[in-house]
Nanobody
Framework: VQLQASGGGLVQLGDYLRLSCVGSGVPFDEYAVGWFRQAPGEEREGVSCISALGGLTEYRDSAKGRFTISRDSAKKTVYLQMNDLKPSDTAVYFC?????????????????WGQGTLVTVSS
């Protein structure tokens, strides 16, 4: 599977962004998808994930109530809607996929990774 992430940008405190992850080359519905982020000098951390077919989602605590993950089967796309952005959300965001039903916020869960998209939140 090939993953293409997009939607990053420079925004201000309290703004919103929607990231997109397009999966190609496979029946994307059969893949769990996770969003991860990595700030400079930090470890890559799981932000949110969605199960294959989209029935279950998970969020890291700091994302709960602000971020929403969803998937559009017809477009083979997983979205991460990020509202009320904070400077602490500044990072390169990556999407990852694995052909398994359940998703996880653990990076080792995923075999396939897309390139990152940079999110910068200024105060």
């Amino acid at each position: 599977v090939q993953l293409q992430a997009s939607g990053g940008g420079l925004v201000q405190l309290g703004d919103y962004l929607r990231l997109s992850c397009v999966g190609s080359g496979v029946p994307f519905d059969e893949y769990a998808v996770g969003w991860f982020r990595q700030a400079p000098g930090e470890e890559r951390e799981g932000v949110s994930c969605i199960s294959a077919l989209g029935g279950l989602t998970e969020y890291r605590d700091s994302a709960k109530g602000r971020f929403t993950i969803s998937r559009d089967s017809a477009k083979k796309t997983v979205y991460l809607q990020m509202n009320d952005l904070k400077p602490s959300d500044t990072a390169v965001y990556f999407c990852a996929a694995q052909r398994i039903s359940r998703c996880s916020l653990v990076r080792e869960w995923y075999k396939f990774w897309g390139q990152g998209t940079l999110v910068t939140v200024s105060s």
